[in-house]
């Protein structure tokens, strides 16, 4: 089945500051959304993005479909941007709704 | 518009019992999908279904089963729980069952099994 690779693992920044989460797949997609998994356990769709760019306030994402990558940017960012942010993936060959995540990138933002 | 609500919010089981999980979609949303999140496995895929159908499954044991009704809410059932199925499950909603849908996951139910 296809992989799919978070990095870095864990980020700690000051409030903000800006970074950006890689996300790595190993197979052709149509389907590519990134999450923010709040403390309570929700998942909070940020982006549906298979490929190109889009951006929601201080959030952006873009997706390379053809180098099998996606980027999210998180600008100024705030305490509570932190948490674990996945990246899902569905491949060509599913059939349905069937996303693989990725491990996630656990981000703590300190005041 | 209400969003995807799952039921209970945490619950304890023993080993051998069974658990009945249930999940209510977004309003007009067809397609639910369920998914089981652990410390060592990470997030993984149960089933999805769609139209009262199972269009997806997961590599879950024959312990795992689910359903979904004509009002497209979903129960998920595990029989003879054992430690290893404790876990947060989640749910989440589409509104059609395809590659293109975003999805929306409820808040998860918390299982403990003792």
């Known amino acids: 089945g296809i992989q799919v690779e978070q990095s870095p693992p864990d980020l700690i920044l000051q409030e903000g500051a800006n970074s950006t989460l890689r996300c790595n797949f190993s197979?052709?997609?149509?389907?590519l959304q990134w999450f923010h998994q709040n403390p309570w356990g929700q998942l909070i769709n940020l982006f549906y993005?298979?490929?190109g760019t889009k951006q929601n306030g201080r959030l952006s994402a873009t997706t390379v479909a053809t180098e099998r990558y996606s980027l999210l940017y998180i600008s100024s960012s705030q305490t509570t941007d932190s948490g674990v942010y996945f990246c899902?993936?569905?491949?060509?060959?599913?059939?349905?709704?069937?996303?693989?995540f990725g491990e996630g990138t656990q981000l703590t933002v300190n005041p | 518009k209400a969003g995807v609500t799952q039921t209970p919010r945490y619950l304890i089981k023993t080993r051998g019992q069974q658990v009945t999980l249930s999940c209510s979609p977004i309003?007009?949303?067809?397609?639910v999908s369920w998914y089981q999140q652990t410390p060592g496995q990470g997030l993984q895929f149960l089933f999805e279904?769609?139209?009262?159908?199972?269009?997806n499954k997961g590599n879950f044991p024959g312990r795992f089963s689910g359903r979904q009704f004509s009002n497209s809410r979903s129960e998920m059932n595990v029989s003879t729980l054992e430690l290893g199925d404790s876990a947060l499950y989640l749910c989440?909603?589409?509104?059609?069952?395809?590659?293109?849908?975003?999805?929306?996951f409820g808040s998860g139910t918390q299982l403990s099994v003792l």
């Open positions: 989440a909603s589409s509104l059609v069952s395809g590659r293109d849908e975003k999805l929306f």
């Open positions: 197979d052709s997609v149509n389907n």
């Open positions: 993005i298979p490929s």
């Open positions: 899902a993936v569905e491949s060509w060959e599913t059939s349905g709704s069937r996303l693989t």
């Open positions: 309003s007009g949303h067809r397609s």
């Open positions: 279904y769609f139209s009262e159908t199972q269009r």
